[in-house]
């Protein structure tokens, strides 16, 4: 008979173990967060117990992860990602690249330590929740960024891994709410319910025109289907974008509140190369012109030079602000349009209280 595995309960209530603390103090290895105030112009800089966080780091010979010394308990966990989106995200005193990646690797500690103590369902959503909806915002906010700088492919990998696993989480809290196992978790499924509203409109938008995502979306609770808006914008977004019907999708996606835009804009460069190869067919032509100017408004082009770029490098050809689409001259090699924001910089700071504050206010 196989004897149950003793849960794991982390003792340390500091946002980062005295261990590390002193570890990284001794390498000087601390980030211009987490310093003393009163020794950042030292030689040998000490770190405040206050701000330092523990970092990520993957197991290796001779480190054992599962003292419970270095893990932070749940309620823990819960202040580390308050403490990270109300006086880390917020600031404005280094390049936003560099804040993402400090963020990145402390939630990322979060996450390790969540799995190593295996904490409940309802704890993991709580976390979860929010380190989606901060991935989402970052792939809209660093999309210009050189792959130096902001590595897209890394951040969506985790961006879907968290996605993934509150879906498997949410689907887990239903059945055992469905069997009564544990009867507690009805009341919280309510307070709950917005946010998984959002998640999986999330999920539709970041896979749009998926076929089995569309099933998901289809097979959803009537109660939550029925009562998300979110859900329904997503669920209509991406039925069009499957049918190619691009003119509805830019209809409606003018509609989406910030978070939602942020994921519906992530697929910005496929949308404007399927756009701009179908307009390359429908409006073929050897002497007529498209308004450069309309196509820009439909397809949310900031200004009319990037228009002029995702020309060049599709090969049409584009004079006195105006395209001249030949389906022989489309470039099919190219599989994507230009990266670019659809929001500012400046604008997408002012989203940071509604997209990534009022989650953690809890």
């Known amino acids: 008979m196989t004897m149950p595995v003793e849960p794991i309960i982390g003792r340390c209530l500091l946002m980062c173990p005295e261990k590390e603390r002193r570890m990284r103090e001794r390498e000087g290895l601390l980030h211009k967060y987490e ?8 030689r040998k800089r000490k770190a405040d117990p206050t701000k330092i966080i523990k970092s990520f780091s993957r197991s290796a010979a001779g480190q054992d992860m599962t003292d419970p010394y270095s893990l932070r308990p749940p309620h823990v966990l819960l202040s580390t990602i308050r403490y990270l989106f109300t006086e880390i995200i917020t600031r404005t005193d280094l390049d936003w690249t560099l804040i993402y990646d400090f963020v990145f690797d402390r939630l990322r500690s979060v996450r390790q330590d969540a799995v190593i103590q295996r904490i409940d369902i309802t704890t993991n959503i709580l976390l979860l929740e929010p380190i989606v909806r901060f991935h989402t915002y970052a792939a809209q906010r660093l999309c210009e960024k050189k792959v130096s700088e902001f590595d897209a492919k890394i951040n969506n990998k985790h961006l879907l891994e968290c996605l993934k696993q509150l879906l498997v989480l949410y689907d887990e809290r239903d059945y055992k709410n469905r069997n009564n196992i544990e009867i507690h978790e ?44 979110a859900i329904q914008i997503a669920t209509k977004i991406s039925l069009a974008w499957y049918l190619r019907n691009y003119v509805r999708v830019c209809y409606l996606a003018q509609q989406l509140p910030p978070i939602l835009a942020c994921a519906f804009f992530c697929n910005l460069q496929s949308f404007r190369r399927s756009v701009l190869q179908i307009m390359s067919f429908g409006y073929n032509s050897k002497v007529l012109t498209f308004p450069g100017l309309k ?51 400046a604008t997408l700071h002012k989203f940071i209280p509604k997209i990534l504050l009022e989650c953690t206010s809890n």
């Open 186 to 229: 009805a009341l919280e499924k309510l307070a709950l319910n917005d946010s998984r509203s959002e998640m999986e409109a999330l999920y539709i938008l970041l896979h749009i025109g998926d076929q089995e995502v569309l099933k998901r979306a289809l097979t959803l609770s009537s109660d939550l289907s029925r009562n998300s808006p």
């Open 295 to 345: 196509l820009q408004k439909l397809l949310f082009y900031k200004d009319i030079s990037r228009v002029q770029a995702d020309c060049n490098l599709f090969g049409l050809t584009f004079t006195n602000e105006n395209v001249l689409f030949q389906k022989s001259q489309f470039n099919e090699q190219v599989l994507q349009a230009n990266p670019e924001m659809y929001y500012t910089s």
């Open 35 to 42: 310093v003393d105030e009163e020794t950042k112009d030292m």
